[in-house]
């Protein structure tokens, strides 16, 4: 199954006369930009348009491929790059996921950009009102490139924004005897395995923006983006810098929730080991007076009540010592 959709502007207007068979002659024109957005299950749809458009081989291998990583390739006739968008949603359990993560990959070329998308889940839309905000046509197709990056850097600090505050929901849940050890232990395990894909897509997209932003032949950039691009790529290392505290933070509370675990381990002996000396006294004095040979006060009230005393008052000092000890 595939699904082409795409937009056209001419001299600053968009257009409806928007058709796939035309796309070339649309790039050929003087004052015309064009959008192309494909949605493909196959890749048979963005082959015919690499060889009407002239588009590297191996650019459009890697846009259908199952897994590739985000990144920037620079040709004569135009730039390629993959990056990720990622959402956010509640998990279902300790042990899923609660990141989407879906893959964008785009040819830029002198008056259009071509978008390829192995999910729908990504908001095209937004990318259509970011361009319209920057001021749509009047700076080319470096402003429709900025919306869509704009775009994703904004679902990644979302979703930065979303593990720091699970983070900090776990700090908070380690020094409470209420949440289970064991729950602890996926939230925080499942945690970690989202911070270690979230940072696959992030810590690349430096590369990405800073080749897009520098790579003005092919795209014709305007200078007068290059504060926007600015803007956009010290987003992408405030994302990038807080993935790596997070990293921090998450490896902290693992070793922290491992520590407050001995640390209670410990306590547990303790208390096991004073309630046994303590114990032990009784069993030792019954013990003594049980035995089969003649000894003072053999069945005798004196005794009996020798006996009971002397348990009485040596586990009354053990228990005020271990007590003061912090034992028991």
């Known amino acids: 199954m595939s699904d082409v959709q795409g937009r056209v502007w001419r001299n600053g207007e968009p257009q409806d006369d928007f058709e796939f068979s035309k796309i070339s002659d649309y790039l050929a024109e003087t004052g015309t930009l064009l959008w192309t957005d494909v949605y493909a299950s196959d890749h048979a749809i963005l082959k015919d348009l690499a060889h009407e458009l002239g588009l590297n081989e191996w650019a459009v291998e890697d846009a259908v491929a199952e897994s590739e990583r985000t990144k920037v390739t620079v040709y004569s006739t135009h730039t390629f790059f993959t990056v990720y968008s990622v959402d956010t949603h509640e998990a279902q359990s300790d042990t899923d996921s609660a990141l989407a993560i879906h893959r964008i990959s785009g040819f830029v070329l002198p008056q259009g950009l071509i978008t390829v998308r ?4 990504f908001d095209i839309d937004a990318v259509s ?19 869509l990056l704009d775009t994703v850097v904004d679902g990644h600090f979302s979703a930065v924004q979303y593990l720091d505050d699970a983070i900090e929901e776990i700090e908070d849940a380690l020094f409470s005897d209420s ?4 729950g602890l232990q996926r939230m925080t395990f499942q945690l970690r395995k ?11 997209m430096r590369e990405v923006v800073n080749s897009i932003q520098h790579r003005r032949l092919d795209a014709r950039m305007s200078a007068e983006l290059d504060p926007r691009y600015a803007d956009l790529y ?3 290392l405030r994302a990038s810098e807080w993935t790596e505290s997070l990293r921090d933070m998450i490896t902290t509370v693992f070793e922290t929730n491992l520590s407050l675990q001995d640390a209670r381990l410990n306590m547990v002996m303790k208390k096991l080991t004073g309630w046994a ?16 040979v003649i000894y003072p006060g053999i069945e005798t009230v004196t005794g009996f009540v020798t006996s009971s005393v002397l348990i009485v008052l040596l586990v009354a000092i053990l228990y005020v010592t271990f007590k003061r000890r912090d034992w028991l």
């Open 118 to 121: 192995l999910s729908p889940d």
């Open 194 to 204: 989202d911070l270690v894909h979230l940072r696959r897509v992030v810590l690349p």
């Open 179 to 182: 949440m289970p050890r064991g």
């Open 277 to 292: 000396a303590i114990i032990a006294v009784p069993t030792a004095i019954t013990g003594f007076y049980g035995q089969n």
């Open 234 to 236: 010290d987003h992408v």
């Open 129 to 147: 009102e970011r361009f319209d905000e920057l001021g749509g046509q009047e700076f080319g197709v470096g402003a429709l490139v900025h919306g």
